[in-house]
Nanobody
Framework: QVQLVESGGGLVQAGGSLRLSCTFSGGQFSRYNVGWFRQAPGKEREFVSAISRSANTYYADSAKGRFTISRDNTKKMVYLQMDSLKPEDTAVYFC?????????????????????WGQGTQVTVSS
């Protein structure tokens, strides 16, 4: 059974940086595509970024140029480096994963493309 645990959230001032981590267990990590989503209070959960098993990366427009996703297959970790943070980045950030036999990622921004989810980590950006 796959388990995902997010960490690295916290309170940061606008313009600052945070690095979120997603720790994976319970499966063959190298076969999984992994994504990050976020949910702000009163809003729908939205796609932030994803990385395929072959390390292709995908970003929401809001994340392009500011966030960087990466993975370390030996450590079974996915990271989301977030720079130039804005108050509108305040949300609970979730890690999600899905096993795949192909190297691409057809629908990285779709929640229903993922089969496992973490509990989330809070990111708060003050102005």
């Amino acid at each position: 059974q796959v388990q995902l645990v997010e960490s690295g959230g916290g309170l940061v001032q606008a313009g600052g940086s945070l690095r979120l981590s997603c720790t994976f267990s319970g499966g063959q990590f190298s076969r999984y595509n992994v994504g990050w989503f976020r949910q702000a209070p009163g809003k729908e959960r939205e796609f932030v970024s994803a990385i395929s098993r072959s390390a292709n990366t995908y970003y929401a427009d809001s994340a392009k140029g500011r966030f960087t996703i990466s993975r370390d297959n030996t450590k079974k970790m996915v990271y989301l480096q977030m720079d130039s943070l804005k108050p509108e980045d305040t949300a609970v950030y979730f890690c999600a994963a899905v096993s795949t036999i192909i190297t691409g990622f057809l629908r990285p921004a779709s929640e229903d493309a993922y089969s496992s989810w973490g509990q989330g980590t809070q990111v708060t950006v003050s102005s």
